[in-house]
């Protein structure tokens, strides 16, 4: 685990015993208030509800964002916010299951979940994200909730930040995916996200299976256009490489390295 107490970096409250702790759904609004006095900073993880392949389960991206953003919470006593778990993810819809908002109801929501908590003085928004179809729509709400900010003249608005941590693109998770995987890692349904999900939920553990080598990943053009060209939902990917420990591995190896980024974003007035 870390070497380093996360208790001693600068921006952070202090890491807590049990990550209920952090669970904004569990607290009171006293709490939070009291908790405002002493931390401007929460932590939104955001999902997604869409196909990962034949034997990866449909919540992969909001367990995964969840997962990682309450270990993050715990080591660093910020608060967590319920997970937002549906995402831009149109281009699945031809699989069943999924279930996606367009990119303006997404930037919508997020706009307005950044500007209700700045409305109560949070000045740093931190995203965990769990999937690569968010990331554009994700950034143009931040442009947004900025403006309105601005606008309605909240007294956070010069304070205001938001900032995109996407888990799986973590410099220690890569290079580790890279090394158990090789390219057979892929680009959707990857056996990092799905070993996550083993390492979260064991019953997963019964879709296992070995799969044909997939067809090469490229352009997509909309939801047929995906199915028709990755047939099984997988983007080269083999998912049937993924162990629940290697999902612990990439737990912790995220949450540490998304502690540090977070103690950056918290302690730097300039954000
Ligand atoms: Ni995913």
């Known amino acids: 685990m870390n070497a380093v107490s996360p208790a001693s970096l600068p921006g952070l409250p202090g890491a807590v015993a049990d990550a209920e702790a952090v669970r904004l759904q569990l607290r009171t609004w006293p ?20 196909q990962h392949g ?29 997970t937002q778990a549906y995402g831009m993810a149109e281009h699945h819809l031809g699989f069943p299951g999924t279930i996606s908002l367009q990119p303006a109801t997404l930037l919508a929501v997020l ?11 949070f000045e740093r928004v931190f995203v965990i994200n769990g999937h ?11 442009a947004q909730a900025y403006g309105t900010a601005a606008t309605r003249n909240l007294p956070v608005a010069p304070e205001l ?4 941590a996407n888990w799986f693109m973590a410099g220690p998770v890569m290079r580790t995916a890279q090394e158990l995987y090789g390219d057979r890692e892929g680009h ?23 799969l044909a080598d997939p067809p090469k990943p490229g352009p997509i053009h909309g939801p047929e256009d995906f199915r ?5 939902g ?26 540090d980024d977070l103690s950056q974003f918290l302690s730097d007035p300039a954000g």
């Open 54 to 82: 034949p034997t990866g389960a449909i919540g992969t991206d909001a367990l995964t964002a969840e997962a990682v953003a309450l270990e993050v919470g715990r080591r660093s006593g910020v608060l967590v916010a319920p």
């Open 31 to 50: 709490e939070v208030e009291r908790y405002l006095d002493h931390c401007k900073g929460v932590i939104l993880p955001l999902g997604s509800t869409e």
């Open 132 to 142: 690569g179809g968010n990331i554009a729509t994700a950034r143009a709400a931040f």
């Open 228 to 232: 028709r060209r990755h047939p099984d």
């Open 161 to 164: 930040r938001c900032r995109l």
């Open 111 to 121: 706009h307005d979940v950044v500007l209700s908590l700045a409305r109560h003085g």
């Open 234 to 259: 997988r983007m080269g990917s083999d998912p049937f490489l993924a162990r629940a420990e290697h999902g612990a591995r990439f737990l912790d190896l995220a949450a540490s390295a998304l502690v």
């Open 188 to 210: 959707h349904a990857t056996p990092s996200e799905i070993a996550l999900t083993l390492h979260l939920e064991p019953s997963l553990e019964a879709h296992q299976r070995p």
